[in-house]
């Protein structure tokens, strides 16, 4: 599989640099609980891409024609989603590699064609986590199960190679989901392992805190 051929390049997650001189910083820590909307990421639309509110995370379905004889209905795993992430961001794919290597990977019935798997992609750009500048995710309330989120759209994401300088790769959105999948590249694993234990111990806290107050 091209997975094993693939080295990636990984820039500590609280700076980010681009062409043109152009960088964001993600917020600092002491907006963690707070509902300050500067705790958006900034710059982006000096990178070629449109910033939306903060958007109600939803179950992504693929209404797609991958299905040779029209629309299939069949939701994508969580771990198939986070693969296509991990394959446009981390591995920088193209969508005809993405394709290949989905396929190779979890096979091909039901079967995923490129439209599919974009509109998938392009479906879960609505609701993206918002961290802070250490990795921890920021929460409106004290006994929310899952963050504030965040909306990007690219206006050309396919053509447009900069997303895979974004820093909205697997290792920032779940870092906390990548450590168990064998796919994931081991330095990888390691250079998210910081992230991935943050974030794991602030849902185990949530989980325990909502049991405690009764709360399903």
Known sequence: M??????????????RNFPNGCHWTLPSIDMRTSNDQSCRLPGINELGLDYLPPFQAQSVRSSSPDGENGHINEKYTTEQGDFIIYAVHDLALDWKQVEAEYAALFG????????GVQGWYYRSNLHIPVWDSEGRLIFNHENDPEPQSQTIKCRDAVKDKRKTRLGLGLGQRYPERAMKYHWVSPQLKREWQDWALKRQAQYDTRKKRRRRCGIV
């Open 2 to 15: 091209l997975l094993t051929k693939i080295s990636v390049a990984f820039q500590e997650p609280s700076e």
């Open 108 to 115: 091909t019935r039901p079967r995923r064609n490129r439209q």
